[in-house]
C-alpha cells in the first residue's frame, strides 16, 4: 500500500515563505513521479498549481515553485497572501497508470 | 474556455447501482486522457480511475477495481462512470478532471455528490 504524505496542517505569516511536501513511505519522491500540486478552497473544486514537478500552471502567481527537496517534492510560497490559505495537495505517479493523492495539507495564513 | 460538468449523483443504497457522467467542452475532448477522482466529506482526495483519450487504456484505483466503470463518448464530448456494487464508503463528490499530458489534472469539473445510504 502506497501512503503520499503530507503535513497535516501549517501556518505562516501574511508575507512570509512556507514550504509544503510530499514524500513516500517507503521510497524517495524524484521527478519520474511526476509530482504535480494543487490548491482547493472549502466547497470548490481543486486547483491546478504546478506539475513536473516545477512547472506553474496557467495563472499562477510566480509565488509559487515546485523543487525536489531531499526525497520529497515541496511547494514553497513565498510571500504568502490572504488567499494563499487553503487545502493543498500533492498527488504522484506510481507507474502503471495508477495516480496517488497526499493527504493534503491545510495551510492557515496568520 | 474548458467547461466539465459533472451529473448524475444523488442517493442509492447499498449494493445498488449509478452511472455519472461528466459532460466537456471548450477544448478537442477526444485528443486527451480523463480522470475520476472524488472527495469523501472533510476528507480528501482520492484518485478513482483514468481514461486515455481513445479509451483503450483504463486505470482504476485498489479501492475501486472490479466495481467501477471508467467510459468515454467522443462522439458526445461525455465521460462516464459506471459504479455498481456501492458502499457506503463510496460516499463522496466525485469531480471529473481533463489531463494534461499524463502529467496533470489541469481542469477540474464542480463536482456531483453520491450519497450510499439506506
Known amino acids: 500500500q502506497t501512503v503520499v504524505t503530507q503535513e497535516p496542517s501549517f501556518s505562516v505569516s501574511p508575507g512570509g515563505t512556507v514550504t509544503l511536501t510530499c514524500g513516500l513511505s517507503?521510497?524517495?519522491?524524484?521527478?519520474?513521479?511526476?509530482p504535480s500540486w494543487y490548491q482547493q478552497t472549502p466547497g470548490q473544486a481543486p486547483r491546478s498549481l504546478m506539475f513536473?514537478?516545477?512547472t506553474r500552471s496557467s495563472g499562477v502567481p510566480d509565488r509559487f515553485s515546485g523543487s525536489i527537496l531531499g526525497n520529497k517534492a515541496a511547494l514553497t510560497i513565498t510571500g504568502a497572501q490572504a488567499d494563499d490559505e487553503s487545502d493543498y495537495y500533492c498527488?504522484?505517479?506510481?507507474?502503471?497508470?495508477?495516480?496517488?493523492f497526499g493527504g493534503g495539507t491545510r495551510l492557515t495564513v496568520l | 474556455q474548458v467547461q466539465l460538468l459533472e451529473s448524475g449523483g444523488g442517493v442509492v443504497q447499498p449494493g445498488r447501482s449509478l452511472r455519472l457522467s461528466c459532460a466537456a467542452s471548450?477544448?478537442?475532448?477526444?485528443?486527451?486522457?480523463m480522470h475520476w477522482v472524488r472527495q469523501a466529506p472533510g476528507k480528501g482526495l482520492e484518485w478513482v480511475a483514468t481514461?486515455?483519450?481513445?479509451?483503450?487504456?483504463?486505470y482504476y484505483s485498489d479501492s475501486v477495481q472490479g466495481r467501477f466503470t471508467i467510459s468515454r463518448d467522443n462522439s458526445k464530448n461525455t465521460l462516464y462512470l459506471q459504479m455498481n456494487s456501492l458502499r457506503a464508503e463510496d460516499t463522496a463528490v466525485y469531480y471529473c478532471a481533463k489531463d494534461h499530458g499524463y502529467t496533470n489534472l489541469d481542469y477540474w469539473g464542480q463536482g456531483t455528490l453520491v450519497t450510499v445510504s439506506s
Open positions: 513536473l514537478t516545477n
Open positions: 471548450g477544448f478537442s475532448f477526444s485528443s486527451y486522457g
Open positions: 481514461i486515455s483519450y481513445d479509451g483503450n487504456n483504463r
Open positions: 517507503s521510497a524517495s519522491v524524484s521527478t519520474s513521479y511526476y
Open positions: 498527488m504522484l505517479y506510481m507507474g502503471s497508470g495508477i495516480w496517488v
